[in-house]
């Protein structure tokens, strides 16, 4: 079996907090550092798994 890219790994694992109401709609997820932080990850493959390339200074990520 196939191993699973760690972006996919974030995005999914981001996407099953949001689902199970851990980050509630209108909330912040955490920031980049935070999210590089916690899953050992460097900013490139958080970036990835957010799907973005290169967000605004400042502008966080909000759950719509």
């Given amino acids: 079996m196939a191993k699973k890219s760690l972006y996919l790994k ?3 694992d981001l ?3 949001i689902q199970n109401k851990m980050y509630k709609k209108g ?3 955490p920031s ?5 932080e916690e ?5 490139t ?3 990835t798994g957010l799907s973005y390339d290169r967000p605004r200074k ?7």
Avoid at 39 to 43: A, D, E, G, Q, T
Avoid at 58 to 64: F, K, M, Q, T
Wanted: overall charge negative; charged content about 40%.
């Fill in 27 to 29: 909330e912040f997820i």
């Fill in 58 to 64: 400042g502008n966080p990520s909000v759950v719509l």
């Fill in 45 to 47: 493959t958080i970036r």
């Fill in 39 to 43: 899953y050992k990850v460097s900013r």
């Fill in 15 to 17: 996407a099953e907090k």
């Fill in 32 to 36: 980049e550092s935070e999210l590089e």
């Fill in 10 to 12: 974030v995005r999914d």
